[in-house]
C-alpha cells in the first residue's frame, strides 16, 4: 500500500516563501509522474506543476517563475518551493503520484491528505 504524506504548509506573510515536501512511504516500482495540485473552497482542485520521470517540468500559468517543483527519485520524495507568495495562493495543496507499486502492473494515482498554505499579513 502507498501512502503519501505532505508537510510544510503554514502561514506566511505575502511575499514570503515556503517549501512543502511530499514523501511516499509503500514499495513502489515505478513513479512516472509527481504532482502538486490546490483546491480553494467552491472551486475546482488545479494543478500548479508537475514533474515527469524524465525530469520535465510543467507549471500553472499563475505560479510559473514563483514555484519551482523537485523530487528526490532515491527517496519517493517531491518538494514544491514557493517564492513571493500572494494571498490568491492561500489555499489547500495536494500532492499526487501516478506510480506503479512493486509487484502490480499499470498506473495508479496517488493523494496525500492536503496541507494548508495560508498568506496573509
Known amino acids: 500500500q502507498v501512502h503519501l504524506a505532505e508537510s510544510g504548509g503554514g502561514l506566511v506573510q505575502p511575499g514570503g516563501s515556503l517549501r512543502l515536501s511530499c514523501a511516499a512511504s509503500?514499495?513502489?516500482?515505478?513513479?512516472?509522474?509527481m504532482a502538486w495540485h490546490r483546491q480553494a473552497p467552491g472551486k475546482q482542485r488545479e494543478l500548479v506543476a508537475k514533474?515527469?520521470?524524465?525530469?520535465?517540468?510543467n507549471y500553472a500559468h499563475s505560479v510559473k517563475d514563483r514555484f519551482t517543483i523537485s523530487r528526490e527519485n532515491a527517496q519517493n520524495t517531491m518538494y514544491l518551493q514557493m517564492n513571493s507568495l500572494k494571498p490568491e495562493d492561500t489555499t489547500v495543496y495536494y500532492c499526487?503520484?501516478?506510480?506503479?507499486?512493486?509487484?502490480?502492473?499499470?498506473?495508479?494515482?496517488?493523494w496525500g491528505q492536503g496541507t494548508q498554505v495560508t498568506v496573509s499579513s
Open positions: 509503500g514499495s513502489i516500482a515505478i513513479i512516472n509522474s
Open positions: 499526487n503520484f501516478a506510480a506503479t507499486p512493486t509487484g502490480t502492473v499499470g498506473l495508479y494515482n496517488y
Open positions: 514533474i515527469f520521470s524524465n525530469g520535465s517540468t
